[in-house]
C-alpha cells in the first residue's frame, strides 16, 4: 500500500511538473514588454532632460550675451555724449 501511494504521489508531482501552462508564459511576456517599455521611456526622460539642460543652458547664454550688449550700446552712447 505505501509503495502505490508513492507512486501515486510521484506521478501526480511528475505531471505537476511537467505542466508549464501557456497563462504562465503569457504573464512573463507580458512583464519583460512592460520593463522593455519602462526602460525606453526613461531612456526617453533622459534625453529630454539633457534637450531642456542644453536648452535652458542656451537661454541664459542669450540673455547674458543681450545683457553685454546692451551695456555696450549705453557704455558707447555715454562715450559720444561727452564728447
Known amino acids: 500500500m505505501k509503495k ?3 507512486v501515486l ?4 508531482l511528475m505531471s505537476l511538473a511537467a505542466c508549464k501552462s501557456p497563462e504562465t508564459s503569457s504573464v512573463a511576456n507580458n512583464a519583460d514588454a512592460i520593463a522593455d ?7 526617453n526622460l533622459s534625453s529630454e532632460a539633457n534637450d531642456l539642460s542644453n536648452n535652458a ?3 541664459v547664454s542669450n540673455a547674458s550675451d543681450s545683457l553685454n550688449n546692451a551695456a555696450d550700446s549705453i557704455r558707447a552712447e555715454a562715450a559720444n555724449s561727452t564728447k
Request: hydrophobic content about 60%.
Open 37 to 43: 517599455n519602462l526602460s525606453d521611456q526613461a531612456d
Open 4 to 6: 502505490i501511494a508513492f
Open 9 to 12: 504521489a510521484a506521478a501526480g
Open 57 to 59: 543652458a542656451s537661454a
